[in-house]
């Protein structure tokens, strides 16, 4: 084993842990901070752990994922870890062709556009990933009071690289399987609900603490086709993981007019980038929920006296919410200065410290 995996967490000291407390929406010593993509990018270390492996391969061995995962909790005084991995993992762990391409993301060799192409869709079980089972216990071991918060993709968001067979700016060909063949989209949407809520037990059965569900770009679809067309989806997927007795946290971006209906699919807390101002959003979400967000990343490209005026702003509006996790608004950029990020994980815990 090329790590230790037998010091288990400790459940009374990781409960008092003010990320757990904070999507808990109780009280905290200070507010917890953590970094969407923390984990690779930036790092110079990850770049190095990185060489000459292919990102879907990293994924695949568990020495690499908890080295990786374990990197910017040494650098940062971040409150969480993320697991390291990509929302493409359980697809390709079913025998979805694809691959991540650096600088262009998941690239799939055939993409679904039929009710044969839903059909190889199959379900996910433990034994498909066994490496996040054995990444997961190790990392446990490793981080001692500090959370570790698994995730998947959301249905749509992964519906959409599937139909469009990568990236897209307008997700044409999804919201016209969506709008035009209603019955395979349900198909659809139903076998990847399917296969997230097995890869998020999977990871919460191996120890994590917290798990977040990624809709990164259903933020493209309007209330109306999102109630109808996406939450029963992921009103499934959070249902079935309540039982599992762990915070739930929903995050996309754009998605200033969904953020109460995100809220409803079912999620502990609700992530928000950084168009919509905190206050606004604890409006929009509701009481019961905690919020996660919401510094715009590219703020870190500005001097820090920026940096600082900003990130303390994100925190008072913040207090409007009854439970704030502070984050970016998405994911690290890949050129950010990793010491801009220390810094304001660090000043995050102090102007908040109560
Ligand atoms: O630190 C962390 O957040 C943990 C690891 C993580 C990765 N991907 C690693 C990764 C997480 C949580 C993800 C989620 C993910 N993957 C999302 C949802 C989050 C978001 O940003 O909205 C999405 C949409 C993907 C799909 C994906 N994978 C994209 C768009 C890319 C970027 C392509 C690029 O190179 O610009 C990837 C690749 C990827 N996933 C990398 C990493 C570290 C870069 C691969 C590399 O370093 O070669």
């Known amino acids: 084993m090329p790590f230790d995996a037998d010091v288990p967490q400790d459940p009374a000291a990781l409960g008092q842990s003010p990320f757990l407390k904070a999507c808990r929406r109780e ?97 996910l079980t433990p034994d498909d990933v066994p490496y996040v089972t054995e990444a997961v216990g190790g990392l446990v ?32 060909r999804t919201k016209a399987l969506m709008y035009g063949e209603p019955g395979l989209w349900a198909e659809l949407m139903d076998r990847l609900a399917d296969i997230t809520i097995a890869f998020l037990k999977v990871q919460v059965a191996a120890g994590a603490s917290a798990v977040q569900l990624f809709d990164s770009w259903v933020g493209a679809v309007a209330p109306e086709d999102y109630r109808a067309s996406v939450l029963p989806f992921t009103g499934r997927i959070f249902a079935e993981i309540e039982a599992l007795g762990v915070p739930r946290i929903h995050f996309g971006v754009g998605t200033g007019e969904l953020l109460g209906l995100m809220g409803g699919a079912g999620a502990d807390v609700v992530g928000v980038d950084w168009r919509v101002p905190l206050d606004e959003a604890a409006r929009r979400v509701g009481p019961g929920k905690a919020l996660q967000g919401n510094l715009d990343p590219a703020l870190l490209f500005a001097p820090w006296e920026v940096v600082e005026r900003r990130a303390r702003d994100v925190l008072e509006r913040g207090r409007a919410a009854e439970g704030h996790v502070f984050n970016l608004g998405h994911g690290v950029l890949p050129t950010t200065d990793p010491e801009k990020l220390a810094r304001l994980a660090d000043f995050v815990h102090e102007a908040s410290a109560r």
Not at 66 to 91: G, H, K, N
Not at 104 to 111: M, T
């Open 27 to 123: 009280p905290v010593p200070h507010t917890p901070v953590w970094f969407m993509r923390q984990a690779g990018r930036s790092l110079p270390e990850y770049l190095k752990a990185r060489e000459g492996v292919a990102m879907l391969e990293a994924c695949a061995r568990p020495d690499l994922i908890v080295e990786i995962t374990m990197q910017p909790v040494r650098r940062y005084s971040v409150d969480a870890a993320i697991f390291f991995s990509d929302i493409m993992v359980p697809l390709r762990a079913i025998g979805v062709d694809l691959d991540i391409k650096p600088g262009v993301g998941p690239v799939i060799a055939d993409p679904i556009r039929d009710r044969s192409g839903a059909a190889r869709l199959r379900p």
């Open 141 to 172: 071991g490793e981080l001692g009071d500090t959370p570790l918060i698994g995730f998947a993709g959301a249905p749509f968001t992964l519906a959409s690289y599937l139909i469009e067979g990568g990236p897209s700016k307008n997700h044409d």
